[in-house]
Structure formats: C-alpha cells, structure tokens
C-alpha cells in the first residue's frame, strides 16, 4: 500500500512560468511533509518541509501548500529556471511515533523538464 | 562542513555473495537513516539507526541488516545477494531522529549479476 502517491511521472514547464507538482497521501498520521529533489548520481536534496498542522510554507521561490481535507499537497515553484530541471519527490515523516521517526516515506518522484 | 559519504560508489557482486556498504555521516549528526532505491519501488525506507542502535526499520527481510558505530558512522550489510537487490543504496543522516531534515549522501550503486 502506497501511503504517498505522485501520479505525475513527469512535468514539462516553460522557463519562467509556475511548476505545480503533487503529491497525495493516504495516512493521516504523517507529522511532516517534506519535498525533495534529485538530479542524476546525486542523493536527494531536501527542499521545503512543512508541518501537518500549517497549510502553508514559503521559502523563496518554492512554497509548499497542504489540504489536509483533501490529503493533498503540492509544490509551487515561481519563477521556473532551467536548473530547477530534476526529479521531486514528496515524502510523508512520522516525528514522534513511538518516540522515534519511522523514516521518509517517498512517493515515487515526479520528473520537472524546465524547458527554454 | 563536510557532507554525507558513502563508499564505494559503484560496486558489482554475485548472486549469493554478501556486501557492505559504508555510510559517514555529517559531523554531529547521530541518526543515519538508509534508503533503497529502484526503478520500479522508487525509495524505500530500509532501517534508523541513532546512537548505535537500530530505532526503526522498514518492510525488508532479515538479509538486510545494518549498524552504527560510536563515531556515528554506520554500515549496512546484505546476504545473500539476488539479483532483485540491485539498487542505489543511499544514506541519509541527521542530528536527531525527531529532526525533519535529512541530508543525503550520493550513493552506492550496487548491481548483482
């Protein structure tokens, strides 16, 4: 059972318009949410979080948007660039189950192509 | 402030042999975290480890197996290799379990033949 969904495998996006990526998740237990990004032979680099109680987290030009109603969230990165090009990956955090994290829960990625 | 490191970056092993991977975190991080990754999965969560001991772990047989070593530096250890073990394997480490951000290492790119 997957707990944390990125139905888009992939997103293609002009240079200098919004890129909306999504994520969607099934267990209500999350703490936090976090994005990150990954370009080829790197290791993911983390991005924005944002804690289950906000809707909302800005950072620059990346702002993470959460509904909880709908267990939904998604990233919105404004003003695109070309090195924004790389594959995103939501993932759902349990900070204090059991007085420890169970880990990241990573949906599958969703590949960004910033094109010119 | 140096990053997370993984070695060896690349490694090809036989089915059946075993493998460690080796993982230093960033200095004064004491949890490491490592992760699977493979095309068809995506990243999966493999076990925690937190002051040399293992806090969690996620849905894996027991030929995953892992530790942490009083420096924090941690190793992870597979049996037994099949062939569906091939994956990047990478590390994540950070000050405390409870903290949400985890800084990635690049990886072990591990393929059984």
């Known amino acids: 059972d997957q707990q944390v969904k990125q139905n888009s495998p992939s997103l293609s996006v002009q240079e200098g318009r919004i890129s909306i990526l999504n994520c969607d998740y099934t267990n209500s237990m999350f703490d936090y949410f976090l994005w990150y990004k990954k370009y080829p032979a790197e290791g993911p680099t983390f991005l924005i979080s944002?804690?289950?109680?906000?809707d909302k987290n800005e950072d620059g030009r990346f702002t993470v948007f959460l509904n909880k109603s709908a267990k939904h969230l998604s990233l919105h990165i404004v003003p695109s660039q070309p090195g924004d090009s790389a594959v995103y990956f939501c993932a759902g955090l349990f900070a204090y189950s059991g007085g420890g994290a169970d880990g990241l829960t990573f949906g599958k990625g969703t590949h960004l192509i910033i094109q010119p | 402030k140096a990053g997370v490191t993984q070695t060896p970056r690349y490694l090809i092993k036989t089915r059946g042999q075993q493998v460690t991977l080796s993982c230093s975190p960033i200095?004064?991080?004491?949890?490491v975290s490592w992760y699977q990754q493979t095309p068809g999965q995506g990243l999966q969560f493999l076990f925690e480890y937190f002051s040399e001991t293992q806090r969690n772990k996620g849905n894996f047989p027991g030929r995953f197996s892992g530790r942490q070593f009083s420096n924090s530096r941690s190793e992870m250890n597979v049996s037994t290799l099949e062939l569906g073990d091939s994956a990047l394997y990478l590390c994540?480490?950070?000050?405390?379990?409870?903290?949400?951000?985890?800084?990635f290492g690049q990886g072990t790119r591990l393929t059984v033949v």
């Open positions: 944002i804690s289950s109680i906000k």
């Open positions: 200095s004064g991080h004491r949890s």
């Open positions: 994540a480490s950070k000050t405390t379990v409870a903290n949400t951000e985890a800084f």
